[in-house]
């Protein structure tokens, strides 16, 4: 008998990996942002229509590929964020694997323009099937631009798994969220299906909630901040009137990367107890900062769940955290009242405070 064992030529290949990390415009929405972030960009726009089925592009104004870069971003494996494993944990950036670009242009057809500041003219690319159709020096501004056009028309089947465009520019709108909270310094943008939905000037932390979440907030968040050689925890906590029926606004970053968490979610709810109904879900944006020694990120595909060296250090931390701040938010009042006796009993004694 012959044998019957084959390499997949790479474009299926390609679009077989690209199942993991591509599962949704949304997918491709975090990939591409993410890519500008670790570009440098301060100023990111995202422009989709009919729900990213259409058409997902991402405008930044970072640092911009060379001409072989430029090709070279779109092979498997091809990284410019690390060299070899260790740099796995010691990672600062938001990719790392090399494979959102190839994914991508496995399974839709994408148009990149990238120019770097020191190259008078810039690169556009055009890549279908994993093949590049089109290279050519173009004039462009500093910065990339790619859109992601037609997503799975190659992949009928995949296709078909595609919800409703109300249900995809939900995933859309999450994505944006989750990238644009963690980086307040970065402007953002994003427009649906030509209407600018979201206009996001550079700010602080509280600015950026308020921006995103909604102006109910501005006046109902609690600071957190606490530090320790081991980890930092800022951000904010919704005051209890905040708490909401379905688990709603409810953001943790670790070293600024979106990450969902269960045991951590139990950390916060803990601490606001019975402040809180039972049936009920606290509001949080807490940014969790630790040495990257301390975590795995290489653990989930898209990066969304993260495996720490030490969790119960970080959980107990964040609990404490979590009640200091609740705790000088509610009493308050009544510790103004105290040091207030405690200054006229001074009065009594010293004759002055
Ligand atoms: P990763 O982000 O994991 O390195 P990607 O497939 O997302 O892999 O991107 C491949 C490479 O292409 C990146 O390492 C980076 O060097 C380059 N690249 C991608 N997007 C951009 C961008 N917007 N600006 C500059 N370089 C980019
Ligand atoms: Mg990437």
Known sequence: MADIIQLLPDNIANQIAAGEVIQRPASAVKELLENAIDAGATNIQLIVSDAGKALVQVIDNGKGMSETDARMSFERHATSKIRNIDDLFSIKTMGFRGEALASVAAVAQVELKTRRAEDELGTFITVENSVVTKQEPCAANTGTSISMKNLFFNVPARRNFLKTNAVETRHIIDEFTRVAMAYPQIFFSLTINGLEQFHLESGSIKQRIVQLLGNNYNTKLVSVKEEMDYV????????????????????????????????????????????????????????????????????????????????RIVYAFVQAAVKHALAQFSIAPSLDFTLYLWSQCKIERWGTV
């Open 232 to 311: 930092n925890v800022y951000g904010f906590v919704g005051k209890p009137e905040t708490a909401k029926k379905t688990r709603g606004d409810q953001y943790f970053f670790v070293n600024n990367r979106f990450i969902k968490s269960a045991y951590l979610n139990h950390a916060v709810s803990s601490a606001f107890s019975d402040m809180i109904a039972k049936d009920s879900f606290a509001s949080y944006v807490l940014f969790i900062d630790l040495d990257p020694a301390q975590i795995d990120i290489n653990v989930h595909p898209t990066k969304q769940e993260i495996k720490f060296e030490d969790e």
